[in-house]
Every structure is written in C-alpha cells, then in structure tokens.
T-cell receptor, first 116, second 112 residues
Framework: DAGITQSPRHKVTETGTPVTLRCHQT?????MYWYRQDPGHGLRLIHY???????DKGEVSDGYSVSRSKTEDFLLTLESATSSQTSVYFC???????????????FGQGTRLTVV | GQQLNQSPQSMFIQEGEDVSMNCTSS?????WLWYKQDPGEGPVLLIA?????ELTSNGRLTAQFGITRKDSFLNISASIPSDVGIYFC????????????FGTGTRLKVLA
C-alpha cells in the first residue's frame, strides 16, 4: 500500500468553525490531491499541488484553501465550515509527469467530516 | 466541471455472471485508470491503461482503452460476492498540470 495517512479519520464540527485536514505521504511523490466524495457525484477535485508551495484549484474549490510547505504534507482548510461541506474527503498522491512513466494515483483512507 | 460519464450507475448481478461497465468523455485522455472502492475505504487501483486500443487484464478483470481515447471499458468475469463495491473510472488530464478526472461510479451488487 502507498504510504498515505489522512488525519483525522472522523470529525464532527460546528457551522462557522475552521477545520484543517491533513494528508501525509512517505512516498516522496510530487503531486498531491484533495477530493470530496458525495452520493451521486463521485470524486470531485477540490485543490491539488504539483510541488512545494505550488497549488491550484480544482472544480469545487470555493470555501477551501490548501497549503503545502513540504513535500510530504498537504493540508486542506475549511475557513468557516458549512453544512454543505459535510462529506468524505480523500487525499491522493501521484508521481505523474516527465519524471515518471507511471501515472497512477493512490488514495488515502479518507476523512469523514460532519458539519452540524 | 469536467466529469466522465460512467454507466451503468448501479447493477445487481448473480454470482458467476460477467459484468461490463464503461466510461465516456468529451475530452481525450492519455491515461485511463479503473478503481474499486469498498465501504469505508479509499479507492484502490485495479488497472491502468496507457495506450489507445490497449487491452489489459488483472485476474478476472479486463479493461480496454478506447481507440478514440475518449472511452474505456471494464469487464469482470465470473463475478463473486467480494466484487461488491463501487467502481470508478478516471482519466488523466495533462492539458496543464496533471489532474485526475473521475466518473460518478458504478455500484455493483452481487447476489449469491
């Protein structure tokens, strides 16, 4: 299994509070991604990173921010949580790019976030 | 946002039957991936496809990269109860930086 750890695994928080989810990898992969999974929508990309301090928005980035200060950690922050952000959040890593012929993405176990 | 059309959305099959599902896109992809997700877990990679027309097997699973590069197919032969789960296709978008675009999933239920 790829070395990806998400924390926490479960969290319940109140509307309006800030929340930070952490993704930690031990694979030294260049790319890291945050997805959310909701019934009927599959996996939707929130933000991704293509290197330390290099991040970009995905298709559902409103209300979320990210930071990557070192290769192994990618943080997802909900500045002011809303009920619509109740979801399961997955982190993924990949070594896609010119440095590698392998373009598979590997996923963490997920974080179940409930905003009440 | 960009998303892949995956069908069927769900299916019930009898144990021992073969299963087919597919994924289509309006965009061309250079890599197609198929994942399986069990309840409470993250998606796990089943098969990766890198070339148009490529046919790749992994045990009872066979996947094909469509010749137009806009579709992919996954077949499961002789299904067993542990095949239950959600199957996702994904295309790798390399038009800018590398992003994985996922289908909405096919939920498979196997009746013993």
């Amino acid at each position: 299994d790829a070395g990806i750890t998400q924390s926490p695994r479960h969290k319940v928080t109140e509307t309006g509070t800030p929340v930070t989810l952490r993704c930690h990898q031990t694979e030294n992969h260049r790319y890291m991604y945050w997805y959310r999974q909701d019934p009927g929508h599959g996996l939707r990309l929130i933000h991704y990173s293509y290197g330390v301090k290099d991040t970009d928005k995905g298709e559902v980035s409103d209300g979320y921010s990210v930071s990557r200060s070192k290769t192994e950690d990618f943080l997802l922050t909900l500045e002011s949580a809303t009920s619509s952000q109740t979801s399961v959040y997955f982190c993924a890593i990949s070594e896609s790019g010119r440095r590698s012929m392998n373009t598979e993405a590997f996923f963490g176990q997920g974080t179940r976030l409930t905003v009440v | 946002g960009q998303q892949l059309n995956q069908s069927p959305q769900s299916m019930f099959i009898q144990e021992g039957e073969d299963v087919s599902m597919n994924c289509t896109s309006s965009s061309i992809f250079n890599t197609w991936l198929w994942y399986k997700q069990d309840p409470g877990e993250g998606p796990v990679l089943l098969i990766a496809l890198y070339k148009a027309g490529e046919l790749t097997s992994n045990g009872r699973l066979t996947a094909q990269f469509g010749i137009t590069r806009k579709d992919s197919f996954l077949n499961i032969s002789a299904s067993i109860p542990s095949d239950v789960g959600i199957y996702f296709c994904a295309g790798l978008d390399t038009s800018g930086t590398y992003k994985y675009i996922f289908g909405t999933g096919t939920r498979l239920k196997v009746l013993a």
